[in-house]
């Protein structure tokens, strides 16, 4: 039972460009939501989170957008660098802000920026 | 102010051996959490536990697997027996509060 899915394995993107990462969810006691970078041998990285009080959250070159309705958020990145070659992973929490913070996982989304 | 702290990074264990993770929060944080993550999969939440207590365990296999934080002391998660289907990369994190956490570098476990 997928909660949180991210439907595109990989995504290459050439330097400069935006990206667009996607990710839907089926759960619809989610109401917070976390874009997490990895590289390879090391923890996740928190990048950016949206409360589903809002559908925008930015910072800097990092843009997450939220349809509830949908039940589908993305991540943009603009410009896209080399540096953000990574996996990225969504991620979905009950309650937000004032749940224990289990987060529930899509599978990742290998992203390659290329020069 | 160190990041959290997990080790080893690499574990070796034959099958039916017992595997011990460890996993040293950062300063001030009374929050853990455990996540797997298989091959080719995202990472599974296994086990939140605040000091001295296990608060979720509901992502925890119902045999062989065990986790604690004491006192004093790292958390570890225990796993007793291990088969190759335990073969994974196990991430803690923690937190000084319920939402927004920090990873640890990972244990990656190998059973052969």
């Given amino acids: ?115 | 102010n160190a990041g959290v702290m997990q080790n080893p990074r690499h574990l070796v264990r034959r099958r039916g051996q017992e595997a011990r993770l460890r996993c040293s929060p950062m300063k001030g944080h009374s929050h853990v959490y455990w996540y797997r993550q298989l091959p080719e999969e995202g990472l599974k939440f296994m086990v939140y536990l605040q000091k001295e207590n296990i608060i979720d365990e509901s992502g925890m296999p119902k045999e062989r697997f065990s986790a604690e934080f004491p006192k004093e002391g790292p958390s570890i998660l225990r796993i007793q027996q291990v088969v190759r289907g335990d073969s994974a990369a196990y991430f803690c994190a923690s937190s000084p509060r319920l939402v927004g956490y920090t990873f640890g570098s990972g244990t990656r476990l190998t059973v052969v």
């Avoid at chain 1, 990895?38 to 800097?60: H, M």
């Avoid at chain 1, 937000?96 to 020069?115: E, R």
Wanted: proline share 5%; aromatic share 12%.
């Fill in chain 1, 1 to 115: 039972d997928q909660q949180v899915k991210q439907n595109s394995p990989s995504l290459s993107v050439q330097e400069g460009r935006i990206s667009i990462l996607n990710c839907d969810y089926t759960n619809s006691m989610f109401d917070y939501f976390l874009w997490y970078k990895k590289y390879p041998a090391e923890g996740p990285t928190f990048l950016i989170s949206i409360s589903s009080i809002k559908d925008k959250n930015e910072d800097g070159r990092f843009t997450v957008f939220l349809n509830k309705s949908a039940k589908h958020l993305s991540l943009h990145i603009v410009p896209s660098q080399p540096g953000d070659s990574a996996v990225y992973f969504c991620a979905a929490s009950e309650d937000g802000g004032t749940s224990y913070g289990k987060l529930t996982f899509g599978q990742g989304t290998i992203l390659t920026v290329h020069p």
